[in-house]
């Protein structure tokens, strides 16, 4: 993990981190109400926006049971000037239970907080390898709170 102080963005990007596959509320206490998620990458039918910490609660919720024993490791933090962003690389390891696959997968994580809590994250990743984990495109949307 980094040398964060508790209000800025990568104490915020430890915390994401360390709560998601473990304690869902949590990590959803990270997030302000007004907060948004991107998946610049999402693929045509996925979805690339969630608005509001209502909505990334109903995508991200079942993220403890679709990836078990999910864990992140090879963290590189990139400092900002600015302490309220985070910018990091890591790589994510689980397995599938629905498919009993693994699933491997390099992420680049960009964060951005306002008085200790979450307002815009965004989220860089594969989707071949997630599509191949868990089993078509179809088995990838269930699996993230039912999202398309």
């Known amino acids: 993990m ?19 596959a ?9 997030f302000a109400d007004d907060a948004v998620v991107e998946f610049p990458y999402a693929p045509p039918g996925f979805q ?15 993220t403890p049971q679709t990836f078990g024993g999910l ?11 600015d ?7 890591v790589h994510g390891s689980a397995t599938i239970p629905a498919t009993g696959k693994r699933y491997e997968q390099d992420y680049i994580m960009v964060l951005r907080t306002r008085a200790g809590k979450i307002v815009h994250y965004r989220e860089y990743w594969n989707v ?11 088995a990838v949307k269930s699996a993230a709170g039912g999202a398309s």
């Open 2 to 20: 980094t040398n964060a102080t508790k209000h800025d963005a990568a104490h915020a990007l430890d915390q994401h981190l360390a709560f998601i």
């Open 71 to 81: 864990v992140f490791t090879n963290l590189r933090l990139y400092p900002t000037q």
């Open 48 to 62: 690339a926006r969630l608005e509001g910490k209502a909505a990334i609660d109903t995508y991200f919720r079942p």
């Open 83 to 89: 302490p309220d962003v985070a910018l990091a690389e």
């Open 128 to 138: 071949t390898l997630a599509l191949e984990a868990f089993g078509g495109a179809d």
């Open 22 to 30: 473990r304690d869902i509320d949590r990590w959803l206490d990270l």
